[in-house]
């Protein structure tokens, strides 16, 4: 989700987020309780996104693994940015900030070939789009080579969004593997991808020395899962 950046407004809020004071994230064990209690699913694996307050742009994430005695921290916790505007529990088109809740991941794709994730994997040509203009494919994933829609602005032409799109995991907030399905309106092209250093239009970001090891990591046989949300 990146072309909100693009905007003053959401420019502004950047400008402003760097010298906002990020209080730390709280303590929390590192096996038996997660630290969201959104459900979980069938999911084995886990990644959790816990931002200290509502309008901090900057998170820390953390991947897990449920065994018989709980679930299980995998290796160090990752600082990850986030929205422009923070943390909601009511995403939009209108807004630059991440989705509070538990979503499935499924898919994954990225302008560089496989780095050895067994999720489904779409290596991007200049035929690939993520489409959030309104109607039929909204939020959805199109191979394009004669469009059904319009080839810029609100859609992400996936390739050529670098470094954000070398590597990325679709986060299901909205999509068809969603509960309720798609909702028109209701904030499209939610990923975890490779950060530049500052927020994001509502995605998560993260190193890509970070990103590759987390994706070779997630297995579809395992239901993997991506929690969001404030921890005060």
Known sequence: MLRRLFRPAVVAVVALSAVVYVAPEPAHA??????????????????????????????????????????VQRGSAIRAHIGAQGMTSSPSETKSATPIGSFTLTLAFGHYSNPGTTLPY????????????AGPLYNTHQRCVSCAFTRGSPNEHLYYEMPYYGYAVVIDYNTRNSPTGVVQGKGSAFFLHVTDGTATAGCVAIPQADLVPLLKWLSPAKHPRILMGVVT
């Open 122 to 133: 779409i290596h991007t040509t200049w035929t690939d789009w993520w489409v959030s203009q």
């Open 30 to 71: 590192t096996t038996g309780k997660l630290p969201l209690s959104f459900s979980t699913g069938t999911a084995q694996q886990v990644i959790t996104v816990v931002s200290a307050a509502y309008t901090n742009t900057t998170a820390m994430l953390r991947m897990w693994t449920k065994t018989s005695t709980g679930w």
